[in-house]
């Protein structure tokens, strides 16, 4: 019988492989990173790219190795190294992985890569006209010279009222004076002008302009059409020539060739005499001519002399003399025979109504109003500090809300000005100004402060654990549950603890108004204050129609 050796006695495998006998042979079952009959071949990983994120592939005796670039991670470098353990923003900051780096967003007063710097706000110079800039965290405020108001003291005393600019103008305000800056179709220094669109003489081939508002219209003569009479009209495409007459057109003019035995206008008048035609439509011959129109023989054909506004070739025409228009700004033609008239609109006059009458000619402004006439009436331009039709009332300057109702605690009207009365916490002409209570550092024991300025103090403090108190003063051991609102503060006497309120506040922990504050009259426009106590700012204000807001100012 035929013995079978064992092949894998001798170990052909190579680099780890396994081995298995066959009745006729060997198989070699390699391992991961080896082929071929003995296993003998180390298979180049790297040809597969298994490296991410553009690492280096190093190739190895069975297996590979990836070199990473910085900022990943992993046996493939497919794992983003999160730079943003721990965080290494200050302040606040939120931190945003990147690709081998991180990126800081800080909070806002903030800056810097960890946003560690604190932003002076004064450094970009914010404050206008001279005014002092005070830098504060995340902030700053402005202290404005004699003048000027607002938040960066860029306002000055303003100039405008409602009737400077005519025409819909915008009126941009000077020191001292305003500037208008008119809309297409109007000029002047008040915009009181309607510029008239026909200066630039846009009809062509003599065609007539009319202005109006922010436009002009074009009445084109006999053969022209077009937005500015700019076209031709093609007559001979409407076939005016009759009995197989021939139309010829010579610019915007035309004149029919007529056949044998017609003659006319219009190729519409037979070669034959008066008498002749009279009988060939059945009629007197003193009918031939509509209109009242004279038939004259000429040669051996007739025409007909036509009255006054008529024409064509038998007088069947009615002349039209409003067109063209001849009526200007706007007045309406009325056509009859052998004239026109024109109708005007209020504010002209003359035959064509092409004079503007002047209603300023009987000084209505008063007070130093400069009169601006316009079409049938007039407006005046009133100086500042007086109003009305004829500049004859003084102006209520109040009633234009001029004052910040966030920081306002009273309108007074004075002659030809006004003054704010602030609320604690803000300063400005306008009360604009938030006033920083937390310049001077009041908040003590680590507590943090921010600015309030619907608060007496003009600051609020928050507190850490275990302290209370307007300025984390007291020890909460001492006031236990005890929290004093509106800006109160914990003292304690005898082993307990109490309030002591604002001037403004009243009862155990000073959550109620010491006075009703309808007293100083908080609402506007005629508002009616009504008093109730369930939350700050223990008013609410009854606003008539067209006005709302907190205090109807709106």
């Given at each position: ?5 064992n092949?894998?006695?001798s170990?052909?495998?190579?680099n ?28 180049n ?12 592939c ?35 900051g ?96 008040y915009?009181?002008?309607?510029i ?7 009809c ?8 109006s ?49 017609w ?7 037979p ?8 009988k ?68 002209y ?6 004079e ?8 209505p402004?008063?007070?130093?109003g ?5 079409i049938?009436t ?16 003084d ?15 009273n ?13 604690p ?13 937390c310049k001077?550092?009041p ?5 943090t ?23 984390c ?17 914990c003292?304690?006497i ?13 009862g ?20 009616t ?7 700050s700012?223990y ?5 008539p129609?067209?006005?709302?807001g ?5």
């Amino acid at each position: 019988c035929d013995i079978n050796n064992n092949e894998c006695e001798s170990n052909p495998c190579m680099n780890g492989g396994t081995c298995k006998d066959m009745t006729s042979g060997y198989i070699c079952t390699c391992r991961e990173g080896f082929s071929g009959q003995t296993c003998e071949i180390d298979i180049n990983e790297c040809v597969k790219n298994p490296c991410r994120n553009g690492a280096t592939c190093q190739n190895n005796n069975g297996s590979y190795r990836c070199i990473c670039r910085t900022g990943f991670t992993g046996r493939n470098c497919d794992t983003d190294i999160d730079d943003c353990k721990p965080n290494p923003c200050h302040n606040g900051g939120s931190c945003s992985d990147g690709v081998g780096t991180f990126f800081c967003e800080c909070q806002a007063g903030f800056r810097g890569p960890k946003c560690e710097e604190d932003i002076n706000e004064c450094a970009s110079n914010p404050c206008k006209n001279g005014a002092n800039c005070t830098d504060c965290v995340n902030s700053y405020t402005c202290t404005c010279p004699s003048g000027f108001s607002g938040i960066h003291c860029e306002n000055n005393t303003p100039d405008c009222t409602e009737s400077s600019c005519f025409n819909s103008g915008t009126c941009v305000d000077g020191i001292n004076t305003f500037t208008c800056v008119c809309p297409p179709g109007f000029t002047g220094s008040y915009c009181e002008h309607d510029i008239n669109e026909c200066d630039s003489k846009p009809c062509l081939n003599g065609g007539t302009c009319q202005d109006s508002y922010g436009m002009y219209k074009c009445t084109c003569p006999q053969g022209y059409t077009g937005l500015n009479c700019q076209n031709l009209v093609r007559w001979c495409d409407s076939s005016p020539c009759k009995n197989g007459g021939k139309c010829w057109q010579t610019n915007n003019l035309y004149r029919c060739e007529c056949n044998s035995g017609w003659t006319g206008l219009y190729c519409d008048v037979p070669s034959v005499s008066c008498e002749v035609a009279a009988k060939q439509q059945g009629i007197d011959v003193a009918h031939l001519c509509r209109n009242s129109g004279l038939c004259v023989d000429t040669g051996n054909t007739h025409f007909c002399r036509c009255q006054a506004g008529y024409t064509g070739s038998y007088c069947e025409e009615q002349v039209d003399e409003c067109s063209p228009n001849p009526c200007q700004n706007g007045a309406t033609c009325t056509d009859y025979l052998g004239g026109y008239s024109c109708e005007c609109v209020a504010g002209y006059h003359g035959v064509n109504c092409s004079e503007e009458i002047n209603e300023c000619l009987s000084h209505p402004c008063q007070n130093g109003g400069t009169c601006i006439d316009l079409i049938n009436t007039y407006k005046c331009s009133c100086p500042r500090g007086t109003q009305g039709e004829r500049c004859e009332g003084d102006v209520n300057e109040c009633l234009s809300n001029p004052c910040d109702a966030r920081g306002t605690q009273n309108c007074v009207q004075r002659v030809n000005d006004y003054k704010c009365e602030c609320r604690p916490g803000y300063a400005g002409r306008r009360c604009d100004t938030v006033v920083d209570g937390c310049k001077g550092k009041p908040c003590r024991n680590g507590g943090t402060c921010a600015v309030a300025s619907n608060t007496g103090r003009g600051f609020i403090c928050k507190c850490p654990p275990g302290f209370v108190g307007a300025t984390c003063e007291n020890d909460s051991r001492t006031c236990g549950n005890l929290h004093c609102l509106n800006g109160g503060t914990c003292i304690s006497i005898h082993k307990s603890s109490k309030c002591m309120c604002m001037p403004a506040f009243t009862g155990p922990e000073c959550q109620y108004p010491a006075s009703s504050p309808c007293t100083s009259n908080p609402c506007y426009n005629g508002g009616t204050c009504e008093f109730f106590s369930d939350a700050s700012p223990y008013y609410r204000c009854n606003c008539p129609a067209n006005f709302n807001g907190l205090n109807c100012h709106i």
